[in-house]
């Protein structure tokens, strides 16, 4: 056995808690560097471009995938539905990207983390989910975290801050249709379908921006697509490991290693304003995720009951509503 399977396998010894919190810790730093990488590779090429080069970069990271498994693979009857999510992803990457050249690091992630709000809303609109009591008051508060974070009146709202504002809304209404399309096809196609869609969309406002890239800038800009698509996969296989009530929660340290790199790179320092909102955010989304875990368990309780009292004709759709959802392969 060589060193690589050797270590795989004793990594796959570990617990799955441990493997799902490893694989949480190593998302949200690749998103904290990815996130950085985005600013800086903004300071000299405009965000659209940024964006488009993510996404070219992107696609060949999810090539070896698809030359393994085929265009077979892609093969779907929700090509309307896949269509829709690329549209909307791209309104999340590049009010995300502008955003990040406009504003503080840290305080750009801490006001992103409204969008398990934003998802909980839509989720009661477009989806119909039964939202009680409880998590619209977990949904208030959230939105009380954002305020302070904004603190309009008391200071001059930064106009970058509505744009983060728009990406959680578009970060959210993608993650709805993700939820639809988890329901008849796999993770990683709903990924590849996204990146196949935005290469050539994507392209359409860079041209606008057009500068082309020095050879050193390339790195840069693959770096980008890397640190982006690292964070993807480890929150795929954290929520394969462990429970997204579970897993959530080291989602969260994004902020500190964004502050980190942030106060070494740019020399930005989050103020105590910051910290506060993003802390009331933050217990507010765990608690909807906690939430909506009690919610599933019970919903497949019930269809366990349903199921054994029929003739197991709605076996395969419980496992399809057990099975834990995918990354919604956003930015």
């Known amino acids: 056995m060589n060193d690589q399977a050797s270590l795989t396998a004793r990594f ?48 060949m990271f999810m090539l070896p995938w698809l030359l393994r498994s085929g265009l077979g693979a892609l093969k779907t009857k929700r090509i309307g539905m896949l269509t829709l999510r690329a549209v909307v992803a791209l309104g999340a990457m590049l009010s995300w990207f502008s955003a990040l ?38 949904v208030a508060i959230g939105c009380l975290g954002m305020l302070v974070i904004l603190r309009p009146g008391m200071a001059v709202i930064d106009p970058a801050a509505f744009l983060v504002l728009l990406t959680a809304a578009c970060f959210a209404a ?55 698509t690292m964070g993807h996969v480890g929150l795929t296989r954290a929520y394969n490991a462990s429970d997204a009530s579970y897993v ?39 608690y909807i995720a906690r939430r909506e875990t009690l919610a599933a368990k019970e919903s497949d309780r019930e269809s366990v009951v349903t199921v054994a009292a029929g003739d197991g004709s709605d076996a395969a759709a419980l496992g399809r509503r057990s099975g834990r959802q995918p990354d919604d392969g956003t930015p």
Not at 33 to 51: D, M
Request: aromatic residues 12%; charged residues 10%.
């Open 248 to 286: 959530q929660p080291f989602q969260y340290s994004m902020l500190p290693f964004a502050a980190a790199i942030g106060y070494f790179a740019f020399a930005e320092v989050p103020d105590v304003w910051t910290w506060i909102g993003a802390g009331i955010i933050a217990a507010s989304s765990l």
């Open 174 to 228: 993608s993650s709805i249709i993700v939820k639809i399309l988890s329901r008849t096809e796999s993770p990683n196609a709903i990924v590849t379908w996204m990146v196949i869609y935005l290469v050539p969309i994507s392209l359409i406002p860079a041209l606008f921006v057009w500068e082309t890239p020095s050879l050193e800038m390339m790195p840069w800009l693959a770096a980008v697509g890397a640190a982006t």
């Open 12 to 59: 796959a010894a570990i617990p799955a808690p441990v493997r799902g919190a490893i694989w949480a810790m190593v998302a949200a730093f690749s998103f904290a560097c990815g996130a950085a990488l985005i600013r800086h590779a903004s300071q000299t090429h405009h965000p659209f471009e940024v964006a488009f080069f993510r996404n070219v970069f992107g696609l």
């Open 101 to 138: 050249s406009m504003m503080p690091l840290g305080e750009a992630i801490a006001l992103n983390f409204v969008t398990p709000i934003f998802a909980t809303i839509l989720a009661a609109l477009i989806l119909h989910e039964i939202v009680r009591l409880r998590r619209w008051t977990a």
